[in-house]
Each structure stands twice: as structure tokens, then as C-alpha cells.
Nanobody
Framework: QVQLVESGGGLVQAGGSLRLSCAASGATFNRYAMGWFRQAPGKEREFVAAISWSGASPYYADSVKGRFTISRDNAKNTLYLQMNSLKPEDTAAYYC????????????????????????WGQGTQVTVSS
């Protein structure tokens, strides 16, 4: 079982940048596919970005493509989300999520976009972008 703790959220002006981190513990981090989701008040949780266990395959929502970059450091058991050119509509609580991937198993990309595919979630970190 893996525990996830997000950090790095805060208040930033439109056009600014933030880097979110998600520290994982309690399991072999490099056996987990990882994702970032966000939820704004009154809205459903939505996919932001995801990355395979090796880091070779990143996936992005169209709304953040070209502005956000997901990465991972398996040696540090940490997932990152670099967010540039932030917009007020990026305001939300951001959550990291993990899905165990058995050795030799391959999942097609569509799985990474589904919140219900992930087994573990962090508590979230708030990002607020002012106009």
C-alpha cells in the first residue's frame, strides 16, 4: 500500500508558475503509474496528467497540454507537476493518484485518464490563480 502526500500549492497570479510535488511512501514507487487530477468547487474531479511507471509515457488533458509537465523521480519516490502559464480556470484542489502495475503488464493509454482506475489518492493541495 502506498501513501501519497502532495505539496507545492498556493496562490499565484495568472501567467505565473507553480510546481506540485507528490511524495510516495510505503511501497515500491517505480511499480506504480501515477496521475494528477483536480477538482474545483461544484465540479467533478477531472484528469490533468499521468505518467507510466517508467516515466516514458506522459499523458495530458487538452486543457493543460503545452503548459503543464508531469515527471517523476523514482529514486526520490516523488511525482511532480510543473505548471506554467497558469490561468484562473486552473484554480482547484490538485490530487495525485497511484495505480499498481504488475511486472510485465501493459495498460493502454485510456486507462490513465480514468479516476476510477487508480487505487490510492493523496489528500490534495490547493492551487488558486488570481486574474
Amino acid at each position: 500500500q502506498v501513501q501519497l502526500v502532495e505539496s507545492g500549492g498556493g496562490l499565484v497570479q495568472a501567467g505565473g508558475s507553480l510546481r506540485l510535488s507528490c511524495a510516495a511512501s510505503g511501497a515500491t514507487f517505480n511499480r506504480y503509474a501515477m496521475g494528477w487530477f483536480r477538482q474545483a468547487p461544484g465540479k467533478e474531479r477531472e484528469f490533468v496528467a499521468a505518467i507510466s511507471w517508467s516515466g516514458a509515457s506522459p499523458y495530458y488533458a487538452d486543457s493543460v497540454k503545452g503548459r503543464f509537465t508531469i515527471s517523476r523521480d523514482n529514486a526520490k519516490n516523488t511525482l511532480y507537476l510543473q505548471m506554467n502559464s497558469l490561468k484562473p480556470e486552473d484554480t482547484a484542489a490538485y490530487y495525485c493518484a497511484a495505480r499498481f502495475v504488475p511486472s510485465g503488464t501493459y495498460y493502454i493509454s485510456s486507462y490513465y485518464y480514468r479516476a476510477d482506475w487508480y487505487d490510492y489518492w493523496g489528500q490534495g493541495t490547493q492551487v488558486t490563480v488570481s486574474s
